[in-house]
């Protein structure tokens, strides 16, 4: 377990700053909750704080990124994903400009918020979006990575920040830059593609998984848009099973995107999808609220138990 | 094209007087109005009653290259409304950024000159627009870009009461004040008309120019009228009087001016013109021309 995401992302902003002249940062009046009040005090002239006005944030950052300058914005993902999706969709994506979308608090990280700011729909309506590529890192050096690779890019690029500290995946900068998903674990038996923080729960997953003879194999997915479907669709011809985890909502999220490209592949295998079914989520602990919707080693154990018991269809 | 326009027209980079930019926009109305009959789509009454000001900011005071259209030091201009885009794209054009002729593939498909602006497709355009009320917020990015690296172009941001309608306008009118955005004008094409009725019936911004000092704007005293070109070089002399920003200027105008049927009407704010009010509308705008022709 390393640094909160978020902090690692505020730091890492500065860092980069001090070698990237065109970085500037955006935020909605919650620099001290994104920590990118961080690189406001580093580099005052380059930090617009906007207030709590999310559309006028992304309207301008695609203004400022005309001029030849990358904007990150900073800001709680839902209201990113809600409040500017006008802006982000025809002032930013249409006109393909490179601004780096930051959503902090994604998925439930913003436990005792409750359901008003906890974001489950984001990746739905950020990888819908021509142009878009959507990252969600699983711990603090993807996050970092997510944005090095960002401002390597001239197109938007959605980042799903986590507000807590996770335990680390052993992340290699080259193939993430490769936008390849992470083999964590090397098994036979089913695959687990995770998204975004469910990775280290796939990991434990795996671990239970072992002790009743099931050798999983382990994917850290950060990249939902664009997708490895190559090194997914591979393993999955292995072990013949497949389970996607994922912070967000089932419907247009992770699963979404991997079932999209694997009815074109013609892919057949076993699959269940671990995500938040349709329902909004609620106050709590972040651990135990994950658990409650389904997210923890435990059960992504146990629902890859049920499905390579059951019977073919 | 008469031979007075064709010599106006191959000295576009002179800054023309009021005359020459009042028989300029009554020439380009026409265009407006016949590519609009003959496509059979789009939308006049924001496009007439903008016509002298954005001929006025292309034929006189925008600061542009019309060979390197993404020119770093180049003033911007984003056209807010962009349903307006005829009005655009046929200036556009007669100013050089590219060919006259092609504006008849307005909105055609496979075509470049999209439905709304589209800064990708179409040489000139600062910014794509369509959604109501983004503007302004691009116009203060890119206002405060030019801060930020120095340069001392000017940004303007044309909206008429639509965007002004969207709750995001009033956050970059907030935003701009905070910053003392230098080098942000905002223009507001005022006719007092939406697409469902007159402003009062639809939602009423008056008084205007209170709301904007209010939000910290320095909005114009004398008033001016959007339609009449001394006018506008009047406010544009305003503009240079003093360093105080950021700056707006509201305009009165008539919503589908100079042709009897449409003017102040809302109904024209996206019909079609069909041949019966085409024939009548032409005439009127030829005789415009023709009696600002005279004065140059």
Redesign the interface.
């Known amino acids: 377990m390393s640094i909160a995401m978020r902090d690692a992302f505020g730091k890492h902003l500065v860092k980069l700053g001090e070698t990237h002249p065109e970085l500037v940062v955006l935020d909605a009046d919650v620099s001290s909750s994104t920590k990118s009040g961080l690189f406001g005090k580093a580099f005052p002239e380059r930090f617009f704080n906007v207030g709590v006005a999310e559309g006028n944030l992304a309207g301008m950052a695609a203004g400022l990124a005309t001029c030849g300058y990358h904007p990150v914005i900073n800001a709680f993902a839902i209201f990113l994903a809600l409040k500017s999706t006008d802006q982000i969709r025809n002032d930013i994506c249409y006109n393909n400009l490179p601004v780096i979308i930051a959503g902090a608090y994604g998925g439930l990280s913003d436990s005792f918020d409750g359901a008003s700011h906890q974001a489950i729909e984001d990746i739905a309506i950020m990888r819908a979006l021509p142009n878009m590529e959507v990252i969600v890192p699983s711990d603090a050096r993807q996050a970092e990575l997510a944005l090095e690779y960002a401002l390597t890019r001239n197109n938007p690029v959605y980042i799903r920040l986590n507000r807590n500290a996770m335990p680390d995946i052993d992340t290699d900068r080259d193939s993430f830059f490769q936008a390849k998903a992470v083999k964590c674990v090397e098994g036979t038996d089913v695959t687990i593609a995770a998204n975004g923080i469910t990775a280290s729960m796939a990991c434990e997953a795996a671990e239970i998984l072992k002790k009743d003879g099931i050798n999983a194999e382990v994917f850290s997915v950060p990249f939902v848009k664009p997708l490895d479907t190559a090194s997914l669709f591979e393993s999955v011809a292995k072990t013949g099973a497949l389970v996607t985890v994922e912070e967000h909502l089932l419907a247009g999220g992770f699963a979404s995107a991997i079932a999209e490209e694997a009815f074109k592949a013609q892919v057949r295998c076993k699959v269940d999808n671990i995500a938040i079914e349709d329902i909004f989520g609620e106050t709590g602990p972040y651990i135990p609220l994950l658990a409650k919707y389904g997210l923890s080693g435990e059960n992504i154990a146990n629902r890859v138990k049920a499905l390579l018991t059951s019977k073919e269809k | 094209m008469s031979d007075k326009l064709q010599k106006l027209l191959s000295d576009k980079n002179r800054k023309m007087n009021a005359e020459e930019l009042a028989f300029l926009a009554a020439s380009f109305r026409e265009t407006m109005f016949s590519v609009l009959h003959e496509r059979g789509t789009g939308h006049w009454g924001g496009a007439s009653s903008a016509a002298e000001l954005v001929t006025a900011l292309y034929f006189n005071r925008l600061n542009i290259k019309t060979d390197d259209p993404n020119w ?1 030091d180049r003033d911007r201009f984003i056209l807010s409304k962009g349903h307006a885009s005829v009005n655009l794209y046929t200036i556009l054009s007669n100013r050089g950024f590219f060919p006259a002729e092609d504006i008849h593939q307005f909105r055609v498909l496979g075509s470049y000159l999209q439905g709304h602006p ?3 497709k179409i040489p000139g355009v ?6 109501l ?2 503007g ?11 801060k ?2 120095g340069k001392n172009y000017c ?1 303007y941001v044309l909206t008429g009461e639509g965007c002004l309608n969207e ?2 306008s009033w ?2 009118l ?2 701009a004040a ?2 003392k955005t230098k080098n942000l004008v905002l223009l507001i094409d005022y006719n007092k008309v939406q697409l469902d009725g007159t402003e009062d019936q639809i939602m009423p911004l008056h008084p205007l120019k209170e709301k904007l000092e209010s939000f910290g704007w320095l909005v114009n005293d004398e008033a001016y009228n959007g339609n009449c070109t001394k006018d506008i070089l009047k406010s544009f002399d305003w503009l240079d009087s003093n360093d105080v920003w950021p700056k707006a200027i509201i305009y009165d105008t008539t919503k589908g001016a100079n042709v009897s049927f449409s003017e102040g009407k809302n109904t024209w704010h996206g019909a079609v013109i069909d041949d019966e009010h085409y024939e009548i509308g032409i005439k009127e705008l030829k005789e415009d021309t023709a009696k600002k022709e005279a004065l140059v």
């Not at chain 2, 600062?126 to 959604?131: F, I, N």
């Not at chain 2, 302004?136 to 030019?146: D, F, Q, T, W, Y």
Request: net charge negative; charged share 15%; aromatic share 2%.
């Open positions: 770093e589209a800064m990708l600062d910014m794509s627009t369509g959604a009320g983004h302004i917020s691009v116009g203060l990015g890119m206002a405060e870009a030019a930020l690296s940004t709750g995001s956050e970059a907030m935003c905070k910053y």
